[in-house]
């Protein structure tokens, strides 16, 4: 829904008149180049060409498409139902990953003892307890 809206936002500015506000604001660029502390790191432009490369939508030719704005609504249907579905299985992909884990996790053996531990976090902060434990150095 976000991204259709932001599509058909960009359309509707792209055919509006030069010299309104928001096209001017959408088109324009900081003359310095610099960014105020705090201020986001991304432009509107570079969302906008992450949306459309998300839509497959061509980057470079995106406002020829916009000028008509019938084909341009047709684009955005497709494109958006399109992301819709590619959303929605990447998130059934990553839910039956995350369900059924194929691999199982790589043992780390304590090098001071018997231990073994299943994360290699979990071997650090044994075998500085184990080091310890057996009077060596940490
Ligand atoms: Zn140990």
Redo the contacts with the bound molecule.
């Keep these: 829904m976000i991204v259709k809206s932001r599509l058909r936002w960009v359309g509707h500015v792209h055919r509006i008149d030069d010299h309104r506000l928001p096209k001017i604001v959408m088109y324009s660029e900081l003359s310095s180049g610099y960014r105020e502390k705090g201020a986001p790191r991304k432009r509107y432009k570079d969302s906008l060409k992450r949306t459309l490369s998300a839509c497959d939508i061509d980057v470079q030719g995106w406002s020829d498409l916009a000028t008509d704005r019938s084909a341009w609504r047709c684009r955005i249907q497709e494109a958006t139902t399109k992301f819709e579905e590619e959303r929605i299985t990447a998130a059934n992909n990553k839910r039956l990953r995350r369900d059924n884990p194929t691999q199982t996790p790589t043992p780390h053996p ?1 090098r ?2 018997s ?1 073994i531990c299943r994360a290699r976090i979990g071997l650090i902060s ?2 500085r307890a ?1 080091r310890q434990r057996h009077g060596q150095p940490p």
């Design positions: 304590c001071h003892c231990r044994h075998e184990c």
